[in-house]
């Protein structure tokens, strides 16, 4: 598995429609596809302003095919009309640990 956290923050004169337009736009997109092996996100808000989004892909491959997507790539080029800032960290999981009320069960072990 493969987590991108990208981490913004939208600029105080933006066009939040638009943003939010071009946004559903690219969901559209990663989640016509299995080829991405998109498994979903999650956004997350700090009191400053900023933001952050954790999107899960299956795989490194995946991620980066969505990453050189022609549409995709023209709405990247359009990012200094919305964000301040951007920062993109992509994490490869190597074992992830569930917990549930029941106790740790075994680690997973995820290639």
């Given at each position: ?65 969505f990453a050189s997507e022609p549409e995709h790539l023209a ?37």
């Amino acid at each position: 598995m493969v987590i991108l956290l990208a981490k913004y923050k939208v600029r105080p004169d933006a066009d939040r429609e638009a943003l939010s337009r071009l946004w559903n736009r690219m969901h559209e997109i990663v989640t016509s596809d299995p080829g991405y092996e998109y498994l979903g996100s999650r956004l997350y808000s700090d009191q400053d302003g900023s933001s952050m989004i954790l999107y899960e892909f299956g795989s490194l491959e995946g991620l980066n095919r969505f990453a050189s997507e022609p549409e995709h790539l023209a709405t990247q080029r359009r990012g200094a009309e919305f964000f301040e800032w951007m920062t993109n960290d992509v994490c490869v999981l190597e074992r992830r640990d569930v917990w549930s009320p029941g106790g740790l069960k075994t680690p997973e072990r995820l290639e």
